[in-house]
């Protein structure tokens, strides 16, 4: 099923191609109908299935007809829980506005960043992508009003809602007009995700997508070694295999923080990030990464759901996550649009329990390698 079947502009559709959309993915065949025809949307599927195209796409569509929004009066709002998420969704926005008309804009509203160059920026904003707590800050200051809003957009729900900001979300919801177009995307639907969609949603499309459906490009592999040599296999890895953009996850800052100094002292360029870095760097830091200009980025689980990489090769599990659902998430990052990628696990003796039931509940059978048969000396 092409794009030019969905029902979106021309104009929409060739963006789209431009920006190398040939076949929708199974989240926006179903999404992208819906949104056009009005209807509030549920849609259940892991981060990587392409649910941010799904609602931009048809979002975008709509916004054909209306004139500049009056000033500090947005009609799209999309709440998120990080701030890099904030601004890969509004740049995504941003790619395909000047498809339709010059005259609208989005902007990212996050912490971080400085409170009065944002109000002084909001203007005419017709969509504002934002974080709760710094909305709720420029609400609190008069700089944005939601009166306006025709489309909200709940993205990554189930995080939000983990990260504790229920309370923010539940103030804002009581600030927008009732009558108004609802999409909520979550990749588990959990029992909070349960909650906000019976107070949210009035009749919605549901679309549930299974994991397995959007994890075949992904290619597991895992090597059994002791906790003191996962650096140097970990540097093999990378030279020896030729990496030149790897995503790899560990467990602390701290741990981030060495697995960094210590691929830097070995000629590797790396950077860091976690909660702990400034925004700022943060977001220099994951721009370098994706524009190819660091070969490795080490991160906690800051980055294991709703950043999208283009077309990144190779995942790195450096630790096992907590979870089964964090290493789909995690991995997830690689395999994204039908363009296939490696995920390498690195599990000592003390984690092959916990690596056997990531793989009972996953599903998937992964294949165990012996990384003690590697010769890692010099790296």
């Not at 295999?241 to 923080?257: E, I, K, P, R, Y």
Request: hydrophobic share 40%.
């Amino acid at each position: 099923m092409p794009f030019t079947s969905l029902g979106l502009a021309p104009a929409l559709q060739k963006a789209a191609a431009a920006a190398g959309f040939s076949n929708p993915t199974p989240i926006q065949g179903e999404a992208i109908p819906a949104i056009l025809a009005g209807n509030d949307v549920l849609g259940i599927a892991r981060t990587g299935s392409g649910k941010t195209a799904g609602y931009v796409l048809p979002i975008v569509h709509h916004l054909r007809s209306i004139e500049a929004p009056r000033h500090r009066e947005p009609v799209v709002l999309v709440l998120v829980p990080t701030r890099e998420l904030a601004h890969q969704v509004s740049k995504v926005f941003e790619s395909f506005l000047p498809a339709i008309t010059p005259r609208l804009s989005c902007l990212a509203i996050t912490g971080g960043s400085s409170v009065n160059t944002q109000m002084r920026t909001i203007g005419r904003a017709a969509i504002v992508v934002a974080t709760p707590g710094r909305l709720l800050e420029l609400i609190g200051k008069n700089a944005v009003k939601l009166s306006s809003i025709t489309t909200l957009v709940l993205d990554e729900a189930d995080k939000m809602l983990h990260l504790g900001f229920k309370d923010e979300v539940d103030r804002i919801l009581a600030l927008l007009p009732a009558n108004r177009q609802n999409l909520l995307f979550s990749a588990t639907l959990s029992e909070p995700v349960k909650h906000i969609r019976q107070l949210l949603l009035r009749d919605p499309h549901v679309i549930e997508i299974p994991e397995d459906e959007t994890a075949d490009t992904i290619h597991q592999i895992a090597y059994l070694v002791p906790e003191i040599k996962k650096g140097p296999l970990l540097r093999y890895l990378i030279k020896h295999g030729n990496l030149s953009q790897v995503l790899v996850f560990a467990s602390s800052t701290a741990q981030v923080d060495r697995v960094v100094n210590k691929l830097i002292k070995n000629k590797i360029e790396a950077g860091a990030m976690h909660s702990k870095l400034s925004p700022q760097t943060r977001l220099h830091h994951l721009e370098q990464f994706k524009a190819g200009e660091m070969r490795v980025l080490v991160s906690t689980d800051l980055l294991a759901r709703g950043i999208d990489i283009d077309f990144l090769p190779c995942v790195i599990n450096y630790e096992l996550p907590r979870s089964p659902k964090d290493y789909v998430h995690r991995i997830g990052r690689t395999g994204r649009a039908d363009h296939p990628g490696d995920a390498i696990s690195l599990v000592s003796p003390e984690e092959m329990d916990h690596f056997k039931l990531i793989q009972k509940k996953t599903g998937k059978r992964v294949t165990l390698l012996h990384g003690d048969a590697i010769d890692v000396r010099g790296c």
